[in-house]
């Protein structure tokens, strides 16, 4: 069964500074993988998502993720926290045999401290 | 701005009450979804439609039914719902799953339900 595992409920990071979000993923097929931001009283918005083509992964705002299937990881970083930073933070996977399902990982709040 | 639209934004019901949550998407896609999300928690997969069908109810109490009147429109229809069902239901949607799927959600902003 596929799963994600976000390592860290909480980061906190100064404005300025690397941000690092962690994500493992478990799958038995080559996964389609995601991660989503959420601010306050909003829905999710996609920032960036892996499909099998490169492995590394620029997204929206600065982001970007790299896949290392040799660690099952999909770790999120930006160079330079800005403090518009601060949200919640999804890990996601999701398989073509899985009936279309996308299953989230537990989230990561990011403080951005200035 | 959102693509895909959630009314109401806020919605407090008594467990007697019967109310109904929509969302509408004008993107072309063929798969609708809905999420329950409690406070400081991932969203949980309640139901997936696909090409207007049912194709997935993740063990859903009855007292929530869905519906999808046609491809652009997704209702989650409630009744007698217990304090434990206040949260933000999310409505999210996708292309087309045949030959190009590749799993991206649209959501909405959600519907903050609370049941008194």
């Known amino acids: ?114 | 701005d959102t693509e895909v639209t959630q009314t109401p934004k806020h919605l407090v019901m008594g467990m007697t009450n019967k109310k109904s949550l929509k969302c509408e998407q004008h993107m072309g896609h063929r798969a609708m979804y809905w999420y329950k999300q409690k406070a400081k928690k991932p969203p949980e997969l309640m139901f997936v439609y696909s090409y207007e069908k049912l194709s997935i109810n993740e063990s859903v109490p009855s007292r929530f039914s869905p519906e999808c009147p046609n491809s652009s429109l997704l209702n989650l229809h409630l009744h007698a719902l217990q304090p434990e069902d206040s949260a933000l239901y999310l409505c999210a949607s996708s292309q087309d799953f045949e030959g190009t799927y590749t799993g991206e959600l649209f959501f909405g902003e959600g519907s903050r339900l609370t049941v008194l």
Request: with cysteine; hydrophobic share 40%; charged share 15%.
């Open chain 1, 1 to 114: 069964a596929q799963s994600v595992t976000q390592l860290g409920s909480h980061v906190s990071v100064s404005e300025g500074a690397l941000v690092l979000l962690r994500c493992n993923y478990s799958s038995s097929v080559p996964p389609y993988l995601f991660w989503y931001v959420q601010y306050p009283n909003q829905g999710l918005q996609l920032l960036l998502k892996y499909t099998s083509a490169a492995t590394l992964v620029k997204g929206i705002n600065g982001f970007e993720a790299e896949f290392k299937k040799s660690e099952t990881s999909f770790h999120l970083t930006k160079p330079s926290a800005h403090m518009s930073d601060a949200a919640e933070y999804f890990c996601a996977v999701s398989e073509r045999t899985g009936g279309f399902k996308t299953i989230f990982g537990a989230g990561t709040r990011l403080f951005v401290k200035a």
